[in-house]
């Protein structure tokens, strides 16, 4: 028996941090690495950041984005041309060493506004360059002080950051929505996450932007994650780093832009959602293997057995399935490996299953158990991995729904939140009155909902009347 | 007309240095960043990364590789394990500002050994663990201090780097060989280039390896440029980071490993072997776009040439073609556009073809001219592009086989690398020798031929027996 691989050994219920971190360790999702505050993606996460990857990436070549790859390293100078950007990100930059023919600090990217857009200044001349939209799947680097959480915290993390430039604030604020409208299909479709969209605060907006639009997903310990973010990042930036158009009336314009990001921090928050005692929970959808299938062996049957397994995993080659034949290990060991690793579906194979001509299916979700003819099994494999997808996102929606709370009071805010529950609360768009919330209650707006009443009322804090509802929670 | 796109204005042939630097620039493959020795890869250039991750990514997962990632920081005591290795590296490498909470410098990649045989450390333990095979894509900095050349030398360039460990070292020498074997498959079948296979002297070889394995290939300047190495590390990293695994029969053993990469170098060798006067020529399997759609378009006639382009469009949807129906630019000017960016065939289609039911095709490779009935198109198309594909290979192989001349004295040697081709001579396996070579000539040993003759005959430097034949020549 190969001794690291053992179960959770603690309950989701009781210990959701532990729960998390062994999840992650035992899944072999990721480590942590010997140099603080980093970690190692293991194959088993990074195939699911690869499929995170291969599909957003196709959505957003569908409306016309083109990858490329711009340098690690930012000198000084570009953060200091956007002071906003530069005093929100200057706290978490890390610098190099000087060498000797280098003229100035250099920092690792942080984010790569300033970097992109010194570029976009020499590729922009004309209305006829626009609109420019170019994203890239990076490597990214905030000196963070807080505790290390693997995939939530981490100094270094792995995105994707789009950066768009179009000529008019239609444009732009068009299509800023586009792609947080693609963010929240694809965490639905397939992280089977659901999402609250909506506008940040001025007070939590992106350092440097007009305005930062999110998505935000409520985790199962009443603590809300940002899922992505897309900017309109209006003029500022292209006043401060020269980017300028001529227009079709000859006249000279500074463009508009956008920028926008996904992290590996979503596979944090597909664990926390979908993860239960036994282990892992994997979406179908974002599942490297969807199935795993396990001969049950008996000395007088194995050749029969082995070759009745072998012939289905041809039949199932699209799935991807993993065939653990291994004679070191029992079937009641791999099962347990299995569920903890999250793999969808495991069909079983053993002497009374080929007599029957039928397989065992046993759910990862629900672990509810089928028999399912051996003839019909691919057709009936791709319509269960569908019900699995929904019942998660099924679920992951209705437990959001469930926790979303009106607050008429801060008295009722602070007990919501206490109770690990979104507030829905009337604010002003005053700072102080955010600090207030803040202190009050531990808590912090998520997001503006697009969707507003007529009469959004007064604010909690202050009294006077209010700007918005906005959505408040303790947050990651 | 857009002003910043030109045709190329040197012959390849007369300023090959400056015929680079200008195909790289207007065909937007890549561009200089204000950070001094760092590029920036433009989506023309990264489209041509993505199609060598995709299909060399496909080919390593046949083989069970595992993609995963590991910290861009090692600390410094990581690289004073192994001692070679650290000295082999030291001078290229970039060190952090040390932070407050940071007990030991932390150094930038130059490449991941160090780091990944740390965690490998603590995930080995038997031989059930093995082989361990483990790949993974990221941008790596070495701290260059000669001149910039886009793509072949920068500070920051993107690679593959696959690290696995075996229980034997019959195992790590058959798998070394196979990843080099993958490598020269693929820089043939994808980028159409003759490569020269075989093992670097002791000199040549990577910091650390017990021996390195490489492809070179011939650039037009008559200097070889190494395309990808595969190196055998033996046991050493093995025992400096204390990587251990129970072997079958109990007992506790250190296996053996191998590492292999190949990085954004490739684009420029790409540029450089295929290129012509009029800028680049992409081999088909490896663009992104393997055909363009010109409608020449006259008022009276418009909206037929339209339509008619727009179903010939869709009946080419495989290749991916690009429709410029821009009308803003003349087709002459759209010509010289899409040669110098390299796509691979051309299509026009005027009144006069639509009469004849047919298009007119210029292949960019040889500039030759058809005319092609409409109703076989796509089958004709594919078949051109095979012509492409093996045409540019083809020529890449008969210019490296015509351009090898056996040396049999450092006088012949001499003469050999002056008139740009590469030496193969006899050689005895001294530090001193190569040294030799070196001084008088301005070349470097390359790889020694898996295959040798019986008799070596003697070293062309010292005259005593010889070790090998060995390739010379100058190099990038």
Chains 1, 2 share one sequence.
């Not at 990857?53 to 200091?80: C, G, H, M, T, W």
């Not at 209305?127 to 963070?144: F, K």
């Not at 396990?294 to 072998?310: A, G, Q, Y």
């Amino acid at each position: 028996m190969k001794e690291n691989i053992k179960g959770i050994t603690v309950k989701k219920s009781e210990d959701f941090s532990e729960w998390y971190t062994q999840v992650i360790q035992k899944a072999e999702l990721a480590d942590y690495s010997d140099v603080k505050g980093f970690m190692v993606i293991r194959p088993n996460g990074y195939s699911i950041w690869e499929n995170i990857q291969k599909n957003f990436d196709k959505a957003i070549k569908n409306l016309n984005v083109r990858n490329a790859y711009f340098p690690l390293l930012i000198p000084e100078s570009f953060f200091k041309k956007e002071l906003e950007h530069a005093q929100g990100f200057s706290p978490e930059v890390a610098w190099l060493e000087r060498s000797n023919d280098e003229s100035e600090r250099l920092a690792i990217r942080p984010t790569s506004e300033t970097i992109m857009y010194d570029s976009y200044s020499k590729w922009i001349r004309s209305w006829r360059d626009l609109p420019l939209r170019i994203n890239q799947w990076c490597n990214i680097v905030r000196w963070e002080t807080k505790t290390t959480r693997l995939f939530l915290r981490t100094r270094e993390f792995l995105w994707q950051e789009g950066h768009c430039v179009y000529e008019t604030r239609d444009e732009c604020d068009k299509e800023t929505l586009i792609y947080l409208n693609e963010y929240k299909r694809f965490c639905e479709e397939f992280l089977a996450i659901y999402v609250l969209e909506g506008k940040k605060t001025e007070t939590e907006k992106f350092a440097g932007a007009y305005y930062t639009s999110s998505i935000e997903a409520l985790m199962p310990d009443g603590k809300a994650l940002q899922m992505a973010t897309s900017h309109n990042l209006g003029q500022e930036f292209a006043k401060s780093f020269k980017i300028r158009y001529i227009g079709r009336d000859e006249k000279e314009y500074h463009p508009w832009q956008n920028s926008w990001g996904l992290s590996t921090r979503t596979i944090g928050a597909l664990v926390m959602i979908h993860g239960d005692d036994k282990g892992l929970v994997l979406p179908p959808n974002i599942a490297e293997n969807k199935v795993v299938i396990v001969p049950i062996i008996f000395k007088d049957r194995k050749e029969k057995v082995l070759s009745s397994t072998k012939k289905i995993e041809k039949e199932l080659k699209k799935f991807n399935p993993i065939l653990d034949d291994r004679e070191s290990y029992s079937p009641g060991w791999k099962f347990s490996e299995w569920e903890l690793k999250g793999i969808p579906i495991r069909i079983e194979i053993g002497p009374k299953d080929i007599e029957k001509k039928q397989v065992t299916v046993i759910r990862r979700d629900t672990s509810e158990k089928l028999y399912l003819k051996q003839n019909e099994l691919s057709k009936k494999i791709s319509i269960i991995l569908k019900e699995i997808q929904s019942n998660l996102y099924n679920k992951s929606r209705d437990f959001t729904l469930r926790n979303i709370v009106e607050a008429k009071s801060l008295e009722e805010l602070k007990r919501i939140i206490n109770n690990k529950k979104i507030a829905l609360a009337s604010l002003c768009n005053s700072k102080k009155c955010e600090e207030v919330i803040k202190d009050k209650t531990g808590a912090k707006t998520l997001n503006i909902p697009f969707e507003q009443p007529e009469n959004q009322g007064n604010c909690i804090s202050c009294g006077k009347k209010s700007s918005y509802l906005v959505r408040i929670a303790k947050s990651y």
